[in-house]
T-cell receptor, first 114, second 109 residues
Framework: DAEITQSPRHKITETGRQVTLACHQT?????MFWYRQDLGHGLRLIHY???????NKGEVSDGYSVSRSNTEDLPLTLESAASSQTSVYFC?????????????FGPGTRLTVL | GQNIDQPTEMTATEGAIVQINCTYQ??????LFWYQQHAGEAPTFLSY??LDGLEEKGRFSSFLSRSKGYSYLLLKELQMKDSASYLC??????????WGAGTKLIIKP
């Protein structure tokens, strides 16, 4: 069965360190997304990609970067982790950006920045 | 700005019916999604509405009124496993999803 996985599932790091969260999907979807979810807020879009070599900034992209070298993976890098980046991070993918194509979500990564 | 409003929390009784409302103000509209999210898990897709009216899917139904910027999710014959957060999301003119903060639904026996 096709799926979307994230690793690690939990991560504790220190302020100032570089952190990379992995996202891998076997749906063969062109579109991939990174969100963060914080209490009291809806999911907020960090970065997204519509295909290989395509990346775009979302609503809350400062301090984050992504790269898309193949269809399956979209790693998210925190260049210099800050306490404000403590959150749950979800990766998602969808077949198309049009109409009613649902997004499929990974299980999430809980990141704590001390 | 863009805004999605949902009640923060609702409580209902097992076997009953509950309606979760969502109002939105967005730049453009390309459909509205409802997702379910159990605590500590990923959101999962429930429904999609792009035209006005009611979409029924088993115990769950979703309604949309584009002129009023309003949707609701109706859950019938509530079960304990329906205890979860329900997320409303609108696809805007750039085909980006704008998410509400979610409604936590508590089911009591």
């Amino acid at each position: 069965d096709a799926e979307i996985t994230q690793s690690p599932r939990h991560k504790i790091t220190e302020t100032g360190r570089q952190v990379t969260l992995a996202c891998h999907q076997t749906w063969n979807h062109n579109n991939m997304f990174w969100y963060r979810q914080d209490l009291g807020h809806g999911l907020r879009l960090i970065h997204y990609s519509y295909g290989v070599q395509d990346t775009n900034k979302g609503e809350v992209s400062d301090g984050y970067s992504v790269s898309r070298s193949n269809t399956e993976d979209l790693p998210l890098t925190l260049e210099s982790a800050a306490s404000s980046q403590t959150s749950v991070y979800f990766c998602a993918s969808s077949e198309s950006w049009e109409g009613g194509n649902e997004q499929f979500f990974g299980p999430g990564t809980r990141l704590t920045v001390l | 700005g863009q805004n999605i409003d949902q009640p923060t929390e609702m409580t209902a009784t097992e076997g009953a019916i509950v309606q979760i409302n969502c109002t939105y103000q967005t730049s453009g509209f390309n459909g509205l999604f409802w997702y379910q999210q159990h605590a500590g898990e990923a959101p999962t897709f429930l429904s999609y509405n792009v035209l006005d009216g009611l979409e029924e899917k088993g115990r769950f139904s979703s309604f949309l009124s584009r002129s009023k910027g309003y949707s609701y999710l109706l859950l019938k014959e509530l079960q304990m496993k329906d205890s979860a957060s329900y997320l409303c999301a609108v696809m805007d003119s750039n085909y980006q999803l704008i998410w509400g903060a979610g409604t936590k639904l508590i089911i009591k026996p």
